[in-house]
T-cell receptor, first 113, second 112 residues
Framework: DSGVTQTPKHLITATGQRVTLRCSPR?????VYWYQQSLDQGLQFLIH???????AKGNILERFSAQQFPDLHSELNLSSLELGDSALYFC????????????FGPGTRLLVL | AQTVTQSQPEMSVQEAETVTLSCTYD???????LFWYKQPPSRQMILVIR??????QNATENRFSVNFQKAAKSFSLKISDSQLGDTAMYFC?????????FGAGTRLTVKP
């Protein structure tokens, strides 16, 4: 158990809908990262938040947005969902904002029908 | 931009044998970390081992060790005494300034 929690574990929805994925980092960690892993693919970095502020963006679509709250939990919002958005979405956390170890949550499996 | 390359999509090894997974990366940064993560069928991402670029000594964690060649930008993972539970996807990852990049992965199968 990495100490990073993600909810829900599974999510099934329809095209055009909007969903919110939630992540709680390890106690003491200030950075939260979001990744997308499509079937049999590597992990794609989406976005990084540090202590409530956006630090870096990767391959994140405009239909996706994220935020980190004062209690340091983070939410990833996916809207106007398409079939291709079906994937495993990981959250990871680390203590600080520099190059260091990231600990991953169990992921949220999103299926868009 | 940083890139991470894993040139072996699939590998297999007999139980108790040793296997080496390859990884190369490209970066102009001087301060970075390198990682190997394991993803079993449960799809949980599990940290196997990490290497700080400023350290010359190769990292070791029990049966797992790395061969870090900084000048060659190479970072291979050696698994000794392979066990059935080592069967998984293995991802090499580079972490520089706030941007973790992953390789495409190597699917390792340990055969009894």
């Amino acid at each position: 158990d990495s100490g990073v929690t993600q909810t829900p574990k599974h999510l099934i929805t329809a095209t055009g809908q909007r969903v919110t994925l939630r992540c709680s980092p390890r106690s003491g960690d200030l950075s939260v990262y979001w990744y997308q892993q499509s079937l049999d693919q590597g992990l794609q970095f989406l976005i990084h938040y540090y202590n409530g502020e956006e630090r870096a963006k990767g391959n994140i679509l405009e239909r996706f947005s994220a935020q980190q709250f004062p209690d340091l939990h983070s939410e990833l919002n996916l809207s106007s969902l398409e079939l291709g958005d079906s994937a495993l979405y990981f959250c990871a956390s680390s203590v600080d904002r520099g190059p260091e170890t990231q600990y991953f949550g169990p992921g949220t499996r999103l299926l868009v029908l | 931009a940083q890139t991470v390359t894993q040139s072996q999509p699939e590998m297999s090894v007999q139980e108790a044998e040793t296997v080496t997974l390859s990884c190369t990366y490209d970066t102009s940064e001087s301060n970075y970390y390198l990682f190997w993560y394991k993803q079993p069928p449960s799809r949980q991402m599990i940290l196997v081992i990490r290497q700080e670029a400023y350290k010359q000594q190769n990292a070791t964690e029990n049966r797992f060790s790395v061969n870090f060649q900084k000048a060659a930008k190479s970072f291979s993972l050696k698994i000794s005494d392979s066990q059935l539970g080592d069967t998984a996807m293995y991802f090499c990852a580079f972490n520089g300034n706030n941007d973790m990049r992953f390789g495409a992965g190597t699917r390792l199968t340990v055969k009894p």
